[in-house]
C-alpha cells in the first residue's frame, strides 16, 4: 500500500495504547460478571505483569498469562484484545480475528479491536469487513481520529474511492488539526486529482 509505513507506525501506537491502558482494551476489573476464585487484585496484578512482559518483547510468557485470563474470564477484554495483537503481529491472522471478534463481543465499544480487526481484515483481503469495522469504531467513538484516517486510506488505495478518501482525510484533520502535515499533503494531492478529473470530465461532454 501506498501509505504502509504510516499506517504500521499506528498500528504500533495502538498497540502502545492497548498496553498502557485498560480503558481502551476493555478493563479486566470491570468488563465481567463471571466469577473468579482469584481475588479481583490478584487478576489485575496478573493482567499488568502480562502487558509489562508485553511490552518488554517477551510476549511468549504474556501470552501464556493472558490465555489462562481468558479461561477464567472469557468476558475480559483486555486479556482477549492483547492476544490479538500479538497474533497479528506475528502474521496469524485468522487467529488475531477470532481474539479481536470475542473482546468486540464482550465489549462492542472497545475501539482498539474495533481498529485492529480493521487491519487483520485488510490483511486478508477482506476490505469490505474492514470498512464495515472502521465505520463501526467511528461510530463507537465519533472523535476516534486514527479510525478516519484509516479508512481514508483504505478508500484511497484499497478501495479506489477518492471522494470517500478525501472526506475522511478532511474528517481527520478537522479532528487532529492541519499540522499532520503528510496527511494534509495527500488530501490536497486528492482534491487537484478529483478536481482534474471533473474538469475534464465536463470537457468531454
Not at 504500533?12 to 463471571?34: F, I, P
Not at 477464567?72 to 495483537?85: D, Q
Request: contains cysteine; glycine residues 4%.
Amino acid at each position: 500500500m501506498r501509505y504502509v509505513n504510516l499506517y504500521l507506525l499506528l498500528i504500533a501506537v495502538l498497540m502502545m495504547t492497548a498496553c498502557a491502558s485498560q480503558g481502551g482494551g476493555g478493563s479486566v476489573a470491570t468488563t465481567s460478571r463471571t466469577s473468579s476464585a482469584l481475588p479481583r487484585v490478584s487478576v489485575q496484578e496478573q493482567y499488568q505483569q502480562a502487558l509489562q512482559l508485553m511490552k518488554s518483547g517477551r510476549n511468549s510468557e504474556a501470552e501464556v498469562i493472558l490465555t489462562k485470563l481468558v479461561k477464567r474470564h472469557p468476558r475480559y477484554t483486555g486479556p482477549l484484545t492483547n492476544l490479538g495483537i500479538m497474533a497479528a503481529k506475528n502474521r496469524q491472522f485468522e487467529s488475531a480475528k477470532r481474539y479481536f471478534s470475542k473482546a468486540i463481543a464482550a465489549k462492542r465499544d472497545n475501539i482498539i479491536a474495533l481498529t485492529w480487526i480493521a487491519q487483520v481484515c485488510e490483511e486478508l483481503g477482506e476490505l469490505q469487513a474492514a470498512e464495515m469495522w472502521l465505520k463501526q469504531a467511528i461510530a463507537r467513538k465519533p472523535d476516534h481520529a486514527t479510525a478516519y484516517l484509516n479508512l481514508a486510506i483504505l478508500y484511497d488505495t484499497g478501495l479506489s474511492q477518492p471522494a470517500d478518501a478525501l472526506e475522511y482525510y478532511r474528517q481527520y484533520l478537522e479532528l487532529n488539526g492541519d499540522s499532520e502535515l503528510p496527511v494534509a499533503a495527500w488530501a490536497r494531492d486528492l482534491q487537484e486529482k478529483l478536481e482534474s478529473r471533473r474538469v475534464a470530465t465536463a470537457d468531454a461532454r
